[in-house]
């Protein structure tokens, strides 16, 4: 007996000490043996500090941004303004192409309504070759050490009109690379993988019109830019921030095949990277008083982009990390421009536990995502997280503003994190979010989709209302047949606004007769009509206008919704049209440069978007 209850007390020894052995090995983060060299195990960066700058633009812009009514709408229409239509449409999906050829993992919607997409050329497949009379890319095979031939596109045009898909040519890597529409329509794509890693690549804008294909420009960053973020800032200018081991920012060169001036060192990315390096494709949004708000792992601050000075810092965001790879989600909510003090409002959802990249990585244990949504008025004298439950859990989703000001949570999974075979359970259905309503009424469940947009998926608002959704790439190569497969699937998905039942109501942009070139701060004027318009006054109608961001791995670079003043609203009874005049954003600081999807909003129900043009 006493033999007995020694060997069950060893045994029971033996398996503590095996107990303490895997926690320690598997969670304590000090023990553990990560892939890359261990930073600080906390972030040094101090929480949270007002910098008391008298230069503080916070404090001096705000007068400057408001255009002062000059007016024009004293005798207009006085009537209480409608709630916006409700439908119990939740949303439909359609097959918009069975085999776009390139799984779309970084994607950009243009001013010509074609969307570029790239994946990787590491991939050295796709499902679309090169026409005949393109020379294939000879590249090493890693393996035999042989030279071959690569023929597939890793890049592709994709109309939107006809859904066809063109192939382009991109071959210094731009696999995880950041991006960016220019104020001339050029899309600029920075840094990348290996060879592309200090890679400027153009597509379209002036310098081509038709046909276009990638010009790349090796070299031309300081730094290796693979998971940066790339933001327009006011004056045009694009600003490439962080990357794998970066910890620095530099603006890119104004010019075409020029080279950057300097990195500069931003201890803030250095300081928020952990074990996993949750502090990637760090969220960045420009704010009406040119500054860039920055989020990183669980931190956020707000960096003066031309001083490069820290101008404040926010409360930390508890409950995990939100960046890549636990890859939350991040909008900046409109920004509306009849306030006469205009704010500043980010919503950080999602993402995953710190630990969960590496649980997912080294045991295939995929921990549940975050189904925290947190919004915090950066303009506030003391900001803080306002924290709200999702109806499901969601990393490496997308936050899309949609034309009528709600946002969009789509695509990504339930648990686990971005990257290869990181993740299960898809979530494959999308939630509508109302900012403007009250807390507790704010999210909707849409339709599910049966198609898994996971790792590499990507979505985009187009000129129709609707949400173009693709690609979803979990592996290292192209998969035709796995639990995930690679997806060149394109769908569409028509938020509750395109319920026909609303059509009717839905405004009509008659681009013929309305203004497309966009002075700031100068009144233009956009002419509508609505079937259903009878009873329509002026404050029926909203006039947004959306920057069409450049997305990937569940970050929307440089996306932002206007609501715009509007001042005279006039019936011209006898063709039935709606003229109303708005004031353009302005300044740069509200609307970069650029090219932007104007929309007329009937009480929630959009028109088509039409392009339009602001400038100085
Ligand atoms: C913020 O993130 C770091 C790095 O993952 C973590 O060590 C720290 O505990 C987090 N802070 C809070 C308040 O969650
Ligand atoms: C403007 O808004 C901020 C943030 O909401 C507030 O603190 C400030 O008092 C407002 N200023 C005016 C003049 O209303």
New binding site residues.
């Given amino acids: 007996m006493e033999n007995y209850l020694y060997k069950v007390l060893l045994i029971l020894t033996l398996f503590l000490f095996f107990l303490v052995a895997v926690d320690s090995n598997i969670l304590n983060k000090h023990h553990r043996k990560s892939r890359f060299k261990p930073i600080y195990p906390d972030p040094r960066f101090p929480v949270p500090f007002p910098i008391n700058d008298p230069t503080n633009p916070i404090n001096d812009h ?1 007068d400057n941004n408001n255009p002062t009514s000059d007016g024009g709408d004293t005798t207009i229409d006085e009537e209480i303004t409608r709630g916006d239509f409700e439908t119990d449409f939740n949303g439909a999906w359609e097959l918009l192409s069975p085999n776009s050829g390139v799984s779309a993992m970084q994607i950009n919607l243009m001013p010509t309504n074609k969307i570029i997409v790239y994946d990787a050329t590491i991939y050295r497949i796709s499902r679309i070759q090169y026409p005949p009379g393109v020379p294939c890319v000879p590249f090493m095979d890693e393996f035999t050490h042989q030279m071959k031939q690569d023929c597939f596109a890793h890049s592709m045009e994709y109309d939107l009109d006809t859904n066809q898909a063109r192939p382009l040519k991109v071959t210094a890597d731009p696999w995880c690379s950041c991006g960016g529409l220019a104020p001339d329509g050029t899309l600029i794509s920075s840094g990348g993988f290996r060879d592309g890693s200090r890679t400027i690549r153009y597509y379209g804008g002036p310098n081509c019109q038709k046909d276009c294909d990638w010009r790349e420009h090796n070299e031309a960053l300081k730094e290796d830019r693979w998971y940066g973020s790339q933001t327009i800032l006011p004056n045009g200018d694009f600003i490439v921030i962080g990357g794998r081991r970066s910890f620095s920012y530099e603006f890119l060169p104004k010019v075409e095949g020029q080279i950057t001036d300097k990195p500069y060192f931003f201890p803030f990315l250095y300081e928020t990277s952990d074990l996993d390096e949750n502090n990637l494709y760090p969220f960045v949004h420009l704010i009406p008083d040119g500054n860039l708000f920055l989020f990183s792992n669980n931190r956020s601050l707000l960096l003066n982009p031309t001083n490069n000075k820290v101008v404040r810092t926010f409360p930390v965001l508890p409950g995990g990390s939100r960046n890549y790879p636990a890859s939350g989600m991040s909008a900046l909510l409109p920004i509306n421009l009849n306030n ?2 205009v ?1 500043a409002e980010v919503m950080v959802c999602g993402g995953n536990n710190p630990n969960a990249f590496f649980l997912a990585e080294t045991r295939k244990t995929f921990l549940s995502a975050l189904q925290d949504c947190n919004r915090m ?1 950066i ?3 003391n900001p803080t997280w306002d924290s709200e439950r999702m109806p499901s859990r969601r990393t490496m989703g997308d936050a899309l503003i949609l034309p009528n000001g709600q946002i969009l949570f789509i695509n990504g999974a339930q648990v686990g994190t971005s990257a290869w075979w990181d993740a299960d359970q898809p979530n494959l259905t999308p939630v509508l979010y109302s900012p403007e309503k009250a807390k507790g009424k704010r999210f909707k469940v849409m339709k599910p989709t049966t198609i898994a947009r996971m790792y590499h998926s990507t979505s985009a608002v187009i000129p129709n209302g609707k949400i173009w959704v693709a690609g979803s790439n979990t592996h290292d190569t192209y998969k035709d047949h796995d639990k995930f497969p690679t997806e060149t699937r394109v769908e569409g998905f028509s938020p509750p606004y395109l319920d026909p039942k609303l059509d009717n109501f839905r405004p009509q942009i008659i681009e013929q007769t309305s203004t497309k070139d966009l002075k700031y701060g100068v009144n233009f004027e956009t002419q509508f009509s609505v079937k259903r318009g009878f009873h329509l006054t002026k404050n029926d109608i909203k006039v947004t206008m959306y920057f069409p961001p450049f997305t990937t791995h569940g970050v929307s670079m440089s996306q932002r919704l206007l609501v715009l003043k509007n001042e005279a609203f006039v019936k011209d009874i006898i063709k039935g049209v709606f003229k109303l005049t708005s004031v353009a954003p302005p300044a740069g600081e509200v609307a970069p440069p650029g090219y932007y999807l104007l929309f007329v909003v009937h009480r929630g129900v959009p028109s088509k978007g039409m392009w339009v043009h602001i400038q100085k």
Avoid: K, Q, S, Y
Wanted: hydrophobic share 10%; net charge negative.
């Fill in positions: 705000n006469n003090n704010t008025v303009t506030d004298p």
